[in-house]
Every structure is written in C-alpha cells, then in structure tokens.
C-alpha cells in the first residue's frame, strides 16, 4: 500500500473522530491499549469532579446523591451493550482473577456430579491458577488443560465446565465462541469466557450465543486505567441459582438491614462483595462514555484494516530480519492484535519502545503488537513499522541496556 493509499485510508475512516476524546502523548504509537488504554480526557475531568465534589464536599453523601452505590450495576449495564448482554446480566467488580474465582466456583455447583474443567494451556496463567486454587478448595478436580487442537476432544460428559480466553492473549487467536459454546452444551457443560481481549475491541455476542458466564478486564481495550475494576456476566437464566460463595455484604439482599444471616440478593448483585472502588469505578464509567455512540461492527472494520495493514507492511521486514508471524491471517481466526516471534523479541521491543512505538513482549520470544481503533489511524501504523525498522537497520536493539528485563515486560 503506498503513503497515498494509507493517508486516504485516514480520510475516509469514519471512527478519525474519536482520537480526539483520548489525551495522546506528542509523537507516540500507542499499540499496547491492549493492556492499558490510553487516558480518556472524559476520565481526567471527571475523576476531578468525583475527588473535589463527591468525595470533598459530598462525603459521605455521595453514596446515595451520587449513586456511588449503584455504580458496580450502572457501569456494568454499560459494559453489558458492549459484550451482547442485557442490563442486570453485568456488573463490574473486583479484578478479573477474583472474578474468575467466584464465577467458576458458582458453575461448578451447577454441575455437582461432574468434576471436570477443560481449558487451554495456554490460556492466560491467572486463569489456569484461579482454577487450580478452586480444585484445592474443592478437594481435588480433573484440571483438563490441553492444547488448542485438542480441545475438541477434551469435552465429555464428565465435563462441568469449559473455561476459555476468546483471544489468545500472546498470539491474538481468536476461538469461535458460538462453536465452542454450542459443543460444550451438547455435552452437558457450561461455559465461561473470558473476554479480557475482547470487550471493546470487537461486537461480542454472549446472549446470542448461549453463554453461561463471562468475565473480562476494564483496564484494557475498555480504557477503564491502570487496576480498574473488572466484570463478570450470569446468564439471567442461571442467576437464582449462581451461588455466591464470596458472601460479603454487598451483595446481601439488605445490606444495611445490618442482620447476621447472610441472604443473597436475588439479582446479580449477589455477586458483588465488598464496597466497590468509587474512584477507580467511576473512571471506567467515565472511560465507557467513550463507547456510547460507536458502532463496534465499524471497529471491527477498522481493526482488520489496521491489523491487515501492519502484516502487510511488516512483510518484507519479517523476511529480513527473522520476524515470524504468531497471529492468525484468517480474519475470523484473530482478534485485535498482531504478533511476531523474534529470539531477540525482548531487546527488539525495549529498543522500539525507546523509538516512541509502544507494544510489549510476552516469554517466550513474543512481540505484541495491539490496535485500538479508537485512537489510532493508519499513518500511525506505518510510522511504526518505519520506526522498526531503524531499529533493526542500525541493530539499536543491541545496546545491552535493552536486554535488562525490568519487573513488568
Ligand atoms: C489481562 C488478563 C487478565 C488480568 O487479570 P487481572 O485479575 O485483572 O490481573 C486475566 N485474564 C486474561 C485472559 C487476561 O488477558
């Protein structure tokens, strides 16, 4: 694609307009809002008037004139739109690892005869762990964890529950849900997904489906900030019977009736705990305004030009320098993000990110690159190849202090 091709690609994008509600430092490609949005400038304002309004003047009051109260309802009503839920299906709360725990817990009780979860092995690590900690509470399951080719055959009758991340979070394979769904339920399994790499980032469609339970991040393509409140979503089939096992009290059915017993709440509140983070749950609020007047069907359109431009133009680069293509071409087989494996990976990102192009690498050898299309426009993906390869043109990445692996990678 020529630089002519690409800058009517931006002309023509009927998202352009949106880079405008973010605050964007000068001169950077952001392609890591896979793992942190960037900064929603609705958020920056209105986390202002939280702390010097609600909190600094309204006190204690806030709870009930604001409704701090109902945010963990209100924001998940708002996630809801996004994942193909209806209001009082979602709420967000806690992080999606504790999330994980209480909704896998509750499906295993839905399923008493059966002590079975499959999943991949190569889902994100807190998913597997999460399971694993639940099998020791529970004195011991059959953790069924495969490979991507075996899943398939995984699933049997035995099967309580398949616990699967949409998009693989290193190499951005996306699994069919409607598909896996439907297998699971013919065997008599239920399903939880995990929508950490797609909330925000593609249409998804839980109900149409027939998914059971879902929980996914706030802090990614949904730009909630750093450690924001995650989600989880209860069919309304299931939830009268989705037993809460964190029993805390905010998500007793009277919660200032202040009795011993504990009684859940009828609705998905029982699935809430304790008192929800008011600052952090009123950024994402915040940070979901973005999203109410997008069509996410064009941000898919856009992701796949995005994604589809970056594998084009990483073509001959990848041939040069030993870049290996980890993402699915097929675009139902991906999500929204784009990853090459690189024995160097992690010294090459180090060096990239020192160029002003954001991504990130995963162990092993994994360069990843995510695409917001909210916030980015296909001039930015050429410049971010260009930049890639200066990097690898002049072996910036051979400075040893890009080979220093830091805490977080
Ligand atoms: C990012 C991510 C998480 C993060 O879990 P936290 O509890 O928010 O730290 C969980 N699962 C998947 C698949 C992820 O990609």
Redesign the pocket.
Known sequence: MTQAEIEALDRNDPLAAKREAFIIPEGLVYLDGN?LGVLPKAVQQHLKHVVTEQWGQGLIRSWNTHGWVDLPLRVGAKIARLIGAEEGEVVAAD????N?FKVLLAALRLRPERRVVVSDVE??P??LYIAQGVSALLGGLELRFVKKSELEEALDHQTAVLML?EVD?RTGYRYDMARLTQLAHEKGALVLW?L??SAGAFPVHLNQHGVDFA?G?G??YLNGGPGAP?FLFVARRHQQRTFPFLSGWMGHQTPFAFVPEYVAAEDIRRLTVGTPAVLSMSALDAALEVFADVDLEAVREKSLKLTDLFMELMEPLAERYGFELATPRAHAERGSQVSYRHPQGYAIMQALIGQGVIGDFRAPDIMRFGFTPLYLRFADVSEAVERLERVMQLELWKDPRFSERAKVT
């Open positions: 793992s992080s999606t690892s504790v994980l889902n994100f807190t998913d991340t979070y995990d950490a790499h929980v991040c802090y990614k995650a």
